[in-house]
């Protein structure tokens, strides 16, 4: 059963780099940098996303750096082995992308000079089923529970299954187990910590401010 992918982005593009996968894939890597609004006020973004293919090569021509864009797009995650231990990347590709016209807002200059936009959105939905019985923890005087979602893609020979981290203070949450199917709304964010041998961890995940369970065939929903 193909899931839910969809991220609706609007900021500044910056740091464009178009490059060449083999002889004949053109890939454009950028940032997205905005402040988007959410109940605590404005959350600034710096989001690393991608254009892939004939669509990369034509774009890149239009995105100079620093525009302003609104563009809807998915996750892709990307799995392989290091040191005997699985690892996995989670990319944002972006599938539309729109320039925006007229004036807009921006903030004032960051560390690197770059003005974000100002009235910038940042909204993703996934669903999927959960790999794993969520983990609860204390963050700063507050619960966050964590857990990976697997996100199934297109149909018979060409299925692919993505693999999202999720981090929320819904406390749905916390009463999910492996194995449930669920829907998970909130935003990208980029995250970065240090692990047990000292390596610098970076990672795309989401943020989820509502977690809604779904039922699946033969199984009844969960309670909310």
Excluded: C
């Excluded at 254009?51 to 998915?74: F, K, P, Q, S, T």
Aim: hydrophobic residues 35%.
């Amino acid at each position: 059963m193909r899931e839910i992918n969809t991220l609706t982005l609007k900021g500044t593009l910056t740091d464009l780099e178009l490059t060449q996968v083999g002889e004949e894939f053109p890939l454009l890597r950028a940032t997205l940098a905005g402040d988007a609004p959410d109940e605590k006020g404005k959350h600034p973004f710096y989001l690393p996303v991608q254009l892939r293919g004939a669509y990369a090569a034509a774009m890149h021509n239009l995105l100079a750096g620093g525009a302003h864009v609104h563009a809807l797009g998915h996750l892709e995650s990307h799995t392989w082995s290091k040191d005997g231990q699985p690892r996995t990347s989670t990319t944002i590709v972006l599938d539309t992308v729109k320039l925006l016209s007229g004036e807009h807002p921006t903030t004032a200059p960051d560390s690197r000079g770059l003005e974000r936009l100002a009235n910038g959105q940042n909204h993703a939905q996934l669903s999927g089923n959960l790999t794993r019985d969520p983990v609860t923890h204390a963050y700063r005087g507050q619960e966050h529970t964590r857990f990976t979602l697997a996100v199934k893609a297109g149909y018979g020979e060409r299925e692919r299954t993505h693999f999202v981290e999720i981090t929320t203070q819904d406390p749905t949450a916390k009463r999910l187990a492996k194995g449930d199917s669920v829907l998970a709304t909130g935003a990208a964010e980029r995250a970065s910590w240090q692990d047990k041998d000292g390596n610098k961890v970076r990672i795309t995940r989401i943020d989820a401010a509502t977690i809604t369970p779904l039922a699946r065939p033969g199984r009844p929903r969960q309670a909310a």
